[in-house]
């Protein structure tokens, strides 16, 4: 498959493109070509999607079998990528997220919940769920039927920038007594990002259309499970002393939070952990081993170094205060 991903450098773009290399698809990449060196035997494009005029010329006079985006700002830079590539692209497939259905959750919402407004021509980025399903209008604007939305849920494994296992791994490797957010067996709901990666290609190059619910089956693993496992495959020598949310948060410590299993005031949120994936499924989504998910998670830390921060989001750096957790296990102690 000739294939286009705008983006490309990190995480869910990363994948996609080692991913398709590997299936021995011919990649090109758009992107501003700062972050990382393009890997080998990718025809890298350069631009600043925020600039039309610079997104035209990359793009001279090419097509492509199918293009992947997984912008996550401002719609009207997918509106404009979609319009310039309609007739240069059989199809478009766009990483989107289970944060355009409008909150709360309903348990065991599939992909007919109610969804949030979204404008298309938006400039804004403030409002993630208003830009992802605005991103969506405008892809089908230009793309219609032949435009697959892939809504992720929460995308764990090698390259992740937002900061979950990774920031896991850091507080287990220093080894003691850490911290784990009550009860053990809280059901997790995942998707890793390399099966998401594979599934998009396999879904674009046949043509498939429609918006999916996009992660792996509830109650695959449990979080005391998602611990336990990440110990074993690294053979840090930490304990994990687990503490009642309520005790969390009047100790101010939000853990739970990075894994949406609670709210900032405490609340457990519906329907996070519990999508109906069936649709997914159906269309050949399939999931990997959660031990080979956190053992490659762990070798890519060791080889790159932790991530980069997101701009977008808080530095993981700054999700807990150590004092506060030293306090409680001093306390869980007596």
Do not use: C
Not at 180 to 188: E, I, R, S, V, W
Request: charged share 25%; aromatic share 6%; hydrophobic share 40%.
């Amino acid at each position: 498959m000739k294939l286009l991903v705008l983006g490309g450098t990190h995480h869910v773009g990363r994948a996609i493109v080692e991913a398709a290399l590997e299936r021995g698809d011919q990649v090109s990449t758009l992107n501003r070509g700062l972050s990382r060196a393009p890997a080998r035997g990718v025809r890298a494009l350069i631009a600043d999607r925020t600039d039309p005029e610079s997104v035209r010329r990359a793009l001279g006079d090419g097509e492509w079998d199918a293009v992947i985006d997984t912008w996550a700002w401002a719609p009207r830079v997918v509106r404009e990528a979609a319009g310039l590539l309609a007739d240069r692209a059989g199809h478009y497939g766009y990483v989107s997220s289970r944060g355009v259905h409008r909150w709360p959750w309903p348990p065991g919402a599939d992909e007919q919940a109610p969804l949030v407004d979204g404008d298309p021509a938006g400039t804004d980025n403030a409002d993630y769920a208003a830009a992802k399903r605005g991103g969506e209008l405008a892809v089908l604007e230009s793309f219609g039927e032949r435009a697959l939305l892939a809504r992720a849920g929460m995308i764990l494994g090698p390259y992740e920038d937002v900061g979950r296992i990774p920031w896991w791994l850091r507080r287990l490797e220093k080894g003691g007594r850490v911290l784990a957010p009550a009860p053990a067996d809280t059901p997790l709901q995942y998707l890793e990002v390399r099966d998401l990666a594979t599934w998009m290609l396999q879904s674009v190059e046949r043509g498939l259309g429609g918006a999916f619910t996009v992660t792996g089956p509830p109650g695959a693993i449990t979080l005391g499970e998602l611990l336990t496992t990440a110990l074993e495959v690294t053979g840090f020598d930490t304990e994990l002393v687990w503490a009642e949310p309520d005790l969390l948060m009047r100790h101010g410590l939000p853990l739970g939070m990075e894994f949406g299993l609670r709210m900032p005031d405490g609340s457990t949120p519906s329907g996070m952990h519990d999508a109906d994936v069936s649709a997914a499924l159906a269309e050949g989504l399939t999931t990997r081993p959660l031990r080979e998910t956190l053992a490659d998670t762990w070798a890519w830390l060791q080889a790159e170094g932790d991530p980069a921060p997101r701009p977008d989001a808080p530095s993981p750096d700054t999700w807990l205060d150590a004092a506060a957790e030293q306090r409680l296990l001093d306390q869980l102690s007596h």
